[in-house]
């Protein structure tokens, strides 16, 4: 098993709609809130998040979000209520 770390932040396009900047891979938990901090100083939104599964395989859990501040796209925010 291995865990990656991503924090993955957005900017609103010309039109208002949601814009997903590069992934950033984090080293850790703690790690990747820190990433997400900062970047939400110069971002509309920031979601960080984990994902464990077998590279082997292929197969991986579902993500489990560390940490978000400011807005995300509506599919997102739905994903994490259900």
């Not at 938990?29 to 994902?51: C, D, M, N, W, Y």
Request: zero cysteines; charged letters at 20%; aromatic letters at 8%.
């Amino acid at each position: 098993m291995i865990t990656y770390f991503v924090v993955q932040s957005f900017t609103l396009g010309s039109r208002g709609a949601f814009l997903a900047d590069d992934p950033v891979q984090a080293t850790g938990p703690e790690h990747a809130q820190r990433l997400a901090e900062r970047l939400a100083a110069t971002k509309v939104g920031v979601i960080a998040f984990s994902r464990s599964g077998d590279l082997a395989t292929g197969e991986f859990e579902d993500a489990r979000v560390l940490f978000t501040i400011g807005d995300l796209p509506t599919e997102i925010e739905e994903a994490m209520v259900a």
